[in-house]
């Protein structure tokens, strides 16, 4: 008598356990977000935006909510923030300085903005963005001033090396002291700094600085405007990297380029070798290889963006086989091709960037091969803006797919998925340190 209810009572039990893990695999997210999200026939693949978003990024709640702490009544010295490199890089530097320089109590002197020779740019802070406009938008924030007092006028401020601060008590143990002592010192911010560990007064400090007080100048402003007045609506904002010096410092080989291509990527790669072999597998499976235009175009179709699209390329000059683009998407604007006259053509380095900034955080969709500084700058200024069409194009996903020898429907298919899923989960779409996840 025992056997058959021991065997009723496990067979009851094994029902009870297949029906939990039926309930678990049927009602779990994952379960719901695959079955909402099932994949179409190629011929029928929804364009990437027409898809429902799960997530955005929005300012968060603590640095809308306005000034958190008042501003000391006493500063402890002046820093000026000196910026390398291309405007967004720059433009990053200066933010991570502002927070700093709350961090630290000190008041904030115009930046000074350094570019290398090969950006063909002397324009300085306030021939991009507009000063007074800055400064009123940092009332209560940080203060800030265009010149030093007249005593320190005359001399140049103290070096500061912050190439190894990484945080909140680095700046205050071995800069401020700095500071304190020479009452004015420059410095450029670390890349590694923790911006996450400092107090949410200096966080709010940067994020003000990075997002609301820094507008163009009235005259790029209005070049802008004009630029965007002249493409084609609507229209999706594309920003292709594949300039020869991009490609020869990332030390990547491409098999199928024109003989104009290979010799220019060679001029620039100079002592710089090539991975090859297995690294140069390994290096492309981790995405660090530049999509071509013709790689670039194949996931573009991928996304069912329609071939008859509008889209500015939002790039400098100098980008190799860009053929591979346009003998698919026809219909391709470029700042050159839109804008003539003295003024326009005077333009360099800088102005000529702020030029494509605005009109991609403008855009009606953006999309990016890259993850660089302004690609990050643009996602970011368009999540404060309310409009989340913004999407960067996977590299690794790209050289994962076509190394496992995936290639027409199948390959379209792949990278669909792969694109869907970053789109609706608002993957890398705006810069962390002052957005909020928001679950739609």
Known sequence: MIAPTVGKTLLASAVIFISAVLALILFSPSFRFTQTLSVSPPSERAEIWSLRRLIEWRPCNWWLQGHLEALPEKSNGYIRVDCY???????????????????????????????????????????????????????????????????????????????????????????????????????????????????????????????????????????????????????????????????????????????????????????????????????RSRGKCPLTPNETTTILQALAIPTDTNIYLAAGDGIMELEGLTSVYANVYTKSTLLGGKDFRSMHGNTKAALDYYVSINSDSYVATYFGNMDKMVAAMRAYKGLHRTLFLSRRAFAVLTSQGLEGNSLMEALWKVHRNDYVMGVGSALPNCFCEFKL
């Open 85 to 283: 490199g291309g405007l967004n890089q720059m433009r990053r530097d200066f933010c991570d300085g502002v927070g700093i320089a709350r961090l630290l109590n000190a008041t904030l002197v115009l930046p000074k903005f350094k570019v290398a020779a090969y950006w063909n740019e002397s324009s300085g802070f306030g021939d991009v963005f507009d000063v007074d406009y800055f400064i009123e938008k940092m009332n209560g924030y940080v203060q800030v001033v265009k010149e030093v007092p007249a005593k320190l006028v005359s001399k140049e401020p103290f070096r500061v090396d912050c190439s190894k601060r990484k945080g909140q008590f680095d700046y205050v143990e071995t800069v401020l002291p700095q500071l304190l002592k020479h009452r004015y010192i420059s410095i450029t911010p670390a890349m590694s700094q923790r911006r996450d560990k400092y107090p949410l007064y200096a966080k709010a400090s940067r994020c003000q600085a990075c997002y609301t007080a820094l507008q163009l100048t009235e005259k790029l402003e209005k070049k802008g405007s004009e630029l965007l007045e002249a493409i084609p609506k609507p229209f999706l904002a594309l920003h292709l990297r594949f300039e020869p010096d991009m490609v020869a410092y990332s030390q990547c080989e491409y098999s199928s380029l024109s003989p104009a291509s290979i010799q220019a990527i060679e001029v620039a790669r100079g002592n710089r070798k090539p991975w090859t072999g297995e690294q140069a597998r390994l290096w």
